[in-house]
């Protein structure tokens, strides 16, 4: 019996490393920052669950400096992650017409860009206007 196999290009450990695959990569990593952060705000759902001596210290938690630092370096990978997010919508979803002209790809991303800028501000000051 005579098996076909496909040819498999040979491919070095270090393909990710590569300039054409880096910022691929970058980009998937960053979504590594956006479940750990989930994780984050997981656990000080289930510290919140088991009452009020656990969310005093998650709470506590929060204060250090770690979990500031923590913080700063997520915020900067979502950050970049919602970036290159919407950089990838023009290329992913069908050409856009408007008035029988293609809508600029990069007028689609900062649009993408600026609505969830403005949503996710919009939260804050509905989350700071509730606490108060």
Same mark, same amino acid.
């Given at each position: 019996?005579?098996?076909?196999?496909?040819?498999?290009?040979?491919?070095?450990?270090?393909?990710?490393?590569?300039?054409?695959?880096?910022?691929?990569?970058?980009?998937?990593?960053? /979504? %590594?920052? %956006?479940?750990?952060?989930?994780?984050?705000?997981?656990? /000080?759902?289930?510290?919140?669950?088991?009452?009020?001596?656990?969310?005093?210290?998650?709470?506590?938690?929060?204060?250090?400096?770690?979990?500031?630092?923590?913080?700063?370096?997520?915020?900067?990978?979502?950050?970049?992650?919602?970036?290159?997010?919407?950089?990838?919508?023009?290329?992913?979803?069908?050409?856009?017409? %408007?008035?029988?002209?293609?809508?600029?790809?990069?007028?689609?991303? /900062?649009?993408?860009?600026?609505?969830?800028?403005?949503?996710?501000?919009?939260?804050?000051? %509905?989350?700071? /206007?509730?606490?108060?």
């Amino acid at each position: 019996m005579n098996e076909s196999r496909p040819y498999r290009r040979p491919q070095p450990g270090n393909w990710w490393a590569k300039p054409p695959y880096r910022a691929y990569t970058a980009r998937e990593l960053s /979504g %590594v920052a %956006v479940a750990i952060y989930g994780g984050v705000l997981f656990a /000080g759902l289930v510290s919140l669950a088991r009452g009020p001596e656990n969310w005093a210290g998650y709470v506590g938690f929060l204060k250090s400096p770690t979990s500031l630092a923590l913080h700063v370096l997520l915020l900067a990978a979502v950050v970049y992650h919602v970036i290159t997010w919407f950089q990838t919508l023009p290329k992913t979803m069908p050409k856009l017409i %408007v008035n029988g002209e293609a809508v600029p790809a990069k007028k689609i991303t /900062g649009l993408a860009t600026l609505l969830a800028g403005a949503t996710s501000l919009a939260l804050v000051l %509905v989350v700071l /206007g509730v606490t108060r």
